[in-house]
């Protein structure tokens, strides 16, 4: 009887886990690479603008935010690291996959010294402000310049399976 409440249990739980990575994942697995990284970026700046909207005393909801912006950027980051960069340097552009590549060890640092801050000191929305700074010159490279052309650069074949490649590594990391 225990047993069975155990294997139930788990299947429950591998249920949910399937289906939490599907609902995280879903939202950006329609279309090409380059739209999903687009829409993953509008996201991202969206938990900017709660974080940005509450109060100095909410700092449980700050925590809570900077939980999903965390989520939300690792899962993106690994993406971007493991697929779309190295599809880069293949496509001759190590420069800017390195430099973009570095300024995520940027969003990395500035998100364990948010998580050490106090979330009602005004010192800590300046950081989070200071941050979106640096993540929307970020994005702003990556869709307006180097992904445009790394698109271009490839066959309809190619985005494909950089597609495919970049939504299983989304997939893992949901």
Do not use: C
Not at 8 to 19: C, D, E, F
Not at 57 to 86: C, G, S
Not at 110 to 121: A, I, N, R, T
Not at 148 to 169: D, G, I, V, W, Y
């Amino acid at each position: 009887m225990i047993a069975a409440a155990a294997v139930a249990g788990a299947a429950v739980g591998a249920a949910a886990n399937l289906g939490r990575k599907l609902m995280v994942q879903g939202l950006t697995s329609n279309g090409n690479w380059d739209e999903a990284l687009a829409a993953e970026h509008r996201l991202v700046l969206g938990i900017f603008d709660k974080i940005e909207a509450t109060a100095d005393d909410q700092t449980f909801i700050r925590a809570h935010l900077l939980v999903q912006l965390k989520h939300a950027l690792v899962k993106h980051a690994a993406e971007e690291e493991n697929v779309i960069y190295p599809a880069l340097r293949e496509a001759d552009d190590a420069h800017d996959a390195d430099a973009l590549n570095g300024e995520h060890g940027y969003v990395k640092t500035f998100l364990y010294e948010l998580e050490k801050m106090s979330k009602d000191s005004p010192a800590w929305i300046a950081k989070i402000r200071e941050f979106r700074a640096l993540l929307e010159e970020h994005i702003q490279m990556e869709e307006k310049e180097v992904f445009p052309r790394l698109k271009q650069s490839m066959s309809e074949e190619q985005n494909a399976t950089l597609t495919a490649a970049m939504n299983k590594e989304g997939f893992a990391m949901a």
